[in-house]
């Protein structure tokens, strides 16, 4: 063996987080070396939680990278939330694998070039395999494809659990089902390595094996004034699942549990609310409710981190789409502006002076209201969630304030009866 060669693999057995290095990833410490030599050598399953921004997902696409070159005749399947999703990793892995640094050490290991024979959104494969299995070295699908007949010797999932697993049991309950139906794909002698971040005490990643937790302040990747700073950035119960990988108990919160439909007819012809965003830290929402006559109401909630000028446009494609009538707005503080842009985009609008309390507001008309709300499933996880981690201190209430002006308007209105022909 050439003094070349085995500088390579020494380098791939003991360092390999350092090639992440000459490929751009500078931030790459020790601890990731840790992760990625176990993605690449261990033998059982594994499940690595991390916190947000700790370049877990940064060294698994230097992993399905390398892999690709280290066992080129072993298939990985990878699985994110969407396919969306996998296109993010798929396509860094490429990049990588394209790379000057990779190309020197496949010569040196190999004696030929790397050529990449398929390299698309979803897939690579090299021209290093030469397995008959007739699958790509990497193929990327979202949680929800179908996997009838796939099989592959590493099955990969990363990030599978999200926002929309802690608002809703349904999605909990669904992604559990998908994840346990990537069981019969693994090939006998394979094995799973799982990554993430816990949303929920019932979320799928309860029922992963050989868990290894490593939170915002066991990995030294954030400095205390940067976590105070994203700490006071949301809720406590987000900072808690995202940064320190826990749950914090709900018995106490106003609103939880959340109820969904997928039909969206059920809300047609509802009204709908703006809770505007001029600029600053607050948020734009946007709301739509129906009221059935069993006395239930149909939800659906958007909500964008941006000044309401920029969100009219979708405003309107979701009224129309969703077959929604008159939008309200308060009109305190604008002195009518916001009723004036409506109109320039055709939408019909009345305005309102606002004069109750806030939490007052949201804790008598959306609190009461709550058990009857079913909201469609289409509406932003941000959305709910915004509302799940309400209270009287929360920082941001954008949405359950739209929710309950709405709620309010909607109730004043029904119970508004004018005497007819006088006495």
């Avoid at 909607?410 to 006088?422: A, D, F, I, L």
Wanted: contains cysteine; aromatic residues 10%.
């Amino acid at each position: 063996m050439n003094s070349r060669k085995k500088a390579v693999l020494d380098l791939l057995w003991n360092e390999p987080y350092k090639i992440g290095h000459w490929v751009g990833f500078k931030d790459l410490t020790t601890l990731h070396n840790e992760w990625l030599r176990s993605f690449l050598y261990a033998t059982d399953d594994q499940t690595l939680l991390a916190h947000r921004g700790s370049y877990k997902t940064t060294d698994l696409s230097l992993f399905l990278a390398l892999h690709s070159v280290i066992r080129p005749n072993e298939n990985v399947m990878f699985f994110r939330k969407t396919d969306d999703d996998v296109t993010e990793v798929v396509t860094q892995a490429r990049k990588i694998l394209k790379s000057g640094a990779m190309g020197q050490i496949v010569f040196n290991l190999y004696e030929t070039d790397l050529k990449l024979l398929k390299e698309n959104n979803s897939e690579i494969h090299t021209n290093l395999c030469t397995s008959t299995k007739g699958v790509s070295q990497v193929v990327g699908l979202g949680i929800g494809t179908s996997i009838t007949g796939k099989h592959a010797d590493i099955v990969v999932t990363d990030d599978i659990v999200n926002l929309k697993d802690r608002i809703s049991k349904a999605e909990r309950e669904r992604t559990k089902t998908q994840y346990m139906e990537l069981q019969n794909i693994k090939n006998r002698s394979g094995r799973f390595i799982n990554t993430g971040t816990p949303w929920h005490k019932e979320d799928a990643i309860s029922i992963m094996p050989n868990v290894k937790r490593y939170d915002c302040y066991s990995t030294g990747l954030i400095t205390r004034a940067k976590l105070e700073e994203l700490r006071q950035s949301m809720s406590d119960s987000l900072f808690a699942a995202n940064y320190e990988l826990k749950h914090i108990a709900d018995k106490d919160a106003m609103f939880k549990e959340p109820k969904f439909t997928a039909d969206e007819s059920l809300i047609y012809d509802g009204a709908c609310h703006i809770d505007a965003s001029y600029g600053g830290a607050d948020g734009t929402a946007f709301t739509i409710i129906k009221e059935r006559p069993d006395g239930s109401c149909i939800g659906f909630g958007k909500r964008w981190n941006r000044h309401v000028d920029e969100c009219l446009s979708e405003i309107e494609m979701y009224r129309k789409r969703y077959r929604a009538g008159t939008v309200y707005c308060e009109d305190n503080a604008d002195k009518g502006y916001l009723r004036k842009e409506l109109t320039g985009f055709g939408i019909p609008s009345s305005g309102y002076h606002e004069s109750m309390n806030k939490f007052v507001k949201i804790s008598t008309y959306l609190k009461k209201a709550w058990k009857q709300i079913i909201w469609l499933e289409d509406t932003d996880p941000e959305y709910i969630n915004e509302i799940l981690d309400y209270s009287e201190f929360a920082e941001h209430d954008d949405s359950p304030d739209s929710a309950a002006s709405l709620l309010r308007k909607m109730e004043n209105k029904t119970s508004y009866n004018p005497v007819r022909g006088g006495i």
